[in-house]
């Protein structure tokens, strides 16, 4: 079992940077591939970002491509997702998840409550 917290978001302007956290409970942390969704009112949950879990392997939205950088540090049990030159159409609850697989296109187990990002033009 895992639990995740996230935290780090916020209103920003246009143009500006957030980091966002997520710290996981248990002690497997490093076995589980790692990832960052989003979801904006009206729309679909929608995948921003993933991370392996030696973190040697990364994969991105195209919508986020050279502005988000997912990272993750195994000893704190904590995965960040750095969010530059955000947009007003960046704005979303982006949740954190976990998979047990190592495919980061196969299903999720574990998602956290989400934390909301408003980006202002």
């Known amino acids: 079992q895992v639990q995740l917290v996230e935290s780090g978001g916020g209103l920003v302007q246009a143009g500006g940077s957030l980091r966002l956290s997520c710290a996981a409970s248990g002690r497997t942390f490093n076995r589980y591939t790692m990832a960052w969704f989003r979801q904006a009112p009206g729309k679909d949950r929608e995948f921003v970002a993933a991370i392996s879990w030696s973190g040697g392997r990364k994969y991105y939205a195209d919508s986020v491509k050279g502005r988000f950088t997912i990272s993750r540090d195994n000893a704190k049990s904590t995965v960040y997702l750095q969010m530059n030159s955000l947009k007003p159409e960046d704005t979303a609850v982006y949740y954190c998840?976990?998979?047990?697989?190592?495919?980061?296109?196969?299903?999720?187990?574990?998602w956290g409550q989400g934390t909301q990002v408003t980006v202002s033009s």
């Open positions: 998840a976990a998979s047990y697989y190592g495919d980061y296109q196969n299903e999720y187990q574990y």
